[in-house]
């Protein structure tokens, strides 16, 4: 045979030192017992007569007869360390949930002293010794007791004097009974004193202490009353006259006003040609005719080089409502022009108001703005602008040709 190899593998197979995968339930079990030399064993493993002995060494009587115990090829398995907690778990061990209990009712009866023994309760208890005397309350002194004066004897009580017959009485007519008054009703109440609304009164000035005395020269000051007079004639006052110059100042600022042409505003000239002094005579009269309290009248027809053409006419005068005046304005220029619907725009002025809406004339578009205020009206016709610069543009021209009077 053979001799092993230093170093070589155990019989199964399996490398010494190097630990195999295995479940650590089977690392757990206990290794199986020795196995006799008289029963067969598995032709891969060698037995122990196989095995080789080391010369010079003397085999003992106890080696001989058991067997060497088979090699599992397995190491100790640490005890499992304990499982971490969960993320969000508690670290504290969960208490176990507690059982219900039942309305005590429906439990049994369970006795305290069941199996206590209770003989001993029945013995004598030791007598204890007699408490020593204690000293008696000394009793109060005897006194005389004050029996009184003696009473007087006491004789047959006489007896009451016979009392005389009564003489018969003469029946009197019954008087009817006078009917009872009623019951006084109960005094009213005095009523409060009526207090001003809003005024309270104010609590009593503090009483001196009783040991004070007023230092020398002291002369007492009385205490002055609020005056409300003065505020409540300011507030009329503010009420009467800031109200009217309130509404008033515009009808100021804008009346009285004069009208009058100029030659020239920025890059519009005023044309002096017959058949544009004749529109204006025309368009004037007009003014005339419509607004007949007017106090001066004015009419032109202006033009830049560009081909531009606006006419512009108005007048001055008083006028209470200047929102309806230029509203009508513009509904008497409606089927010269054929306008739309009117637009309002904003002035930027308080007490002026204006009007602008989109009509043909002489088969052109154009632009009919009207400007109303106090003291004055400006119409104005334009072509080629828009609304908004038409409505800008009747602005500087009612800048240049209306001045109010100084």
């Not at 009184?148 to 004789?155: E, F, H, N, R």
């Not at 109200?243 to 515009?250: E, I, L, S």
């Not at 009508?328 to 002025?349: F, H, M, Q």
Request: charged share 20%.
């Amino acid at each position: 045979m053979p001799e092993p190899q230093t170093g070589a593998g155990p019989a199964d197979g399996n490398t010494p030192g190097a630990e195999p995968d295995r479940d650590p339930a089977a690392a757990d079990e206990p290794t199986s017992p020795p196995v006799p030399s008289d029963q067969p064993e598995p032709s891969a493993q060698p037995t122990a007569a196989d095995q080789p002995e080391p010369s010079g060494q003397p085999e003992s009587t106890a080696t001989a007869d058991v067997p060497a115990p088979r090699w599992s090829g397995s190491a100790p398995v640490p005890p499992p360390s304990p499982r971490r907690p969960a993320w969000g778990e508690s670290a504290e061990p969960t208490p176990p949930q507690a059982v219900p209990v039942g309305p005590p009712e429906h439990q049994t009866p369970v006795d305290p002293w069941a199996g206590v023994d209770t003989g001993g309760w029945d013995l004598p208890s030791a007598e204890l010794p007699p408490l020593p005397p204690t000293m008696p309350y000394p009793s109060p002194p005897s006194t005389r007791q004050w029996s009184g004066p003696p009473a007087p004897p006491v004789g047959p009580h006489p007896l009451p004097p016979q009392a005389a017959p009564v003489p018969p009485q003469a029946a009197r007519p019954t008087m009817p009974s006078r009917p009872m008054s009623p019951p006084a009703p109960p005094p009213t109440p005095a009523r409060p004193p009526k207090q001003r609304r809003g005024r309270r009164s104010s609590p009593p000035p503090p009483a001196p202490p009783p040991d004070w005395q007023a230092p020398k020269g002291y002369v007492p000051v009385p205490v002055r009353r609020r005056r409300r007079w003065p505020w409540l004639l300011l507030l009329t006052l503010a009420c009467c006259c800031g109200c009217p110059a309130y509404y008033g100042f515009p009808v100021s600022a804008q009346y009285p006003a004069r009208a009058a042409l100029p030659v020239q505003i920025e890059d519009l000239s005023l044309r002096q040609d017959s058949r544009s002094a004749e529109t204006a005579k025309q368009l004037e009269n007009e003014v005339r005719q419509e607004h007949w309290l007017a106090e001066d009248t004015f009419a032109g027809v202006y033009s830049t080089n560009s081909g531009k053409r606006v006419t512009v006419f108005g007048g001055t005068g008083f006028r209470l409502s200047p929102e309806s005046d230029a509203e009508a304005e513009i509904s008497r220029l409606t089927d010269r022009y054929a306008l739309n619907a009117p637009e309002t725009v904003d002035t930027g002025v308080r007490g002026r108001h204006e009007r602008c809406a989109v009509g043909r004339a002489d088969g052109s578009d154009v632009v009919v703005c009207t400007s109303v205020d106090h003291g004055s009206i400006a119409t104005g016709v334009f072509t080629r602008l828009s609304v908004g610069d038409s409505a800008t543009l009747l602005n500087t021209l009612r800048a240049q040709i209306v001045q109010p009077k100084g």
